[in-house]
């Protein structure tokens, strides 16, 4: 699955934000920090201006991000994809056809052989590694684990990003909109 050259995806945290994405060139994107209300009107706003957004399921405010919050997130609402850190709402996401990506923490050793076995059992599309200033990291999960990585998490510049995919990183997950600029100049932010 390719995201059409894109190296970012904005990762907003209100409307005002994502009416600056929409100033953009950027398809692809993710919602964080919503409230439960306002799924239905956020990501109609998103399909009529030909957005494809990824939900951060767990970052959803009234609503358990458990495989039951999941399986009414992509019943009822749709996304193009989710983003979560449990297991079970990833099975339950690609059960419904929904692009699911497994959110990890790689903070030592042990949470990253904890990480890759979560990934085994779950089998997302993708993986969003935090913090994603680590190439070596990067390189480790892609390859054990055979499935695309995306970086996220304390990347504030260029060079971060470059690094990160070199390292192999599909996209890198970001709100810093001076990355969004960067990498898609054409538009004002």
């Not at 060139?25 to 706003?45: A, K, R, S, W």
């Amino acid at each position: 699955m390719t995201f059409k050259g894109q190296k970012i995806l904005p990762a907003v945290r209100s409307m005002k934000e994502f009416d600056k994405m929409l100033q953009t060139n950027y398809e692809y994107g993710v919602f964080l920090d919503l409230h439960i209300g306002m799924l239905n009107t956020v990501y109609q706003y998103a399909k009529e201006n030909n957005r494809k957004m990824f939900l951060h399921l767990d970052l959803i405010q009234g609503l358990k991000g458990d495989e039951y919050g999941a399986q009414y997130v992509c019943q009822e609402i749709k996304p193009y994809g989710i983003i979560s850190t449990k297991g079970n709402a990833i099975q339950q996401a690609k059960k419904k056809g929904v692009v699911a990506i497994q959110r990890a923490f790689v903070l030592d050793s042990s949470a990253m052989e904890r990480s890759m076995e979560l990934v085994k059992h779950s089998n997302p599309d993708y993986i969003e590694l935090l913090p994603g200033v680590i190439p070596k990291v990067i390189k480790t999960i892609k390859t054990e684990t055979g499935k695309p990585v995306f970086a996220g998490g304390l990347i504030d510049t260029v060079n971060e990003v470059e690094e990160a995919i070199e390292a192999g990183a599909s996209a890198i997950t970001t709100s810093n909109r001076e990355l969004w600029k960067h990498f898609n100049p054409d538009k004002e932010i």
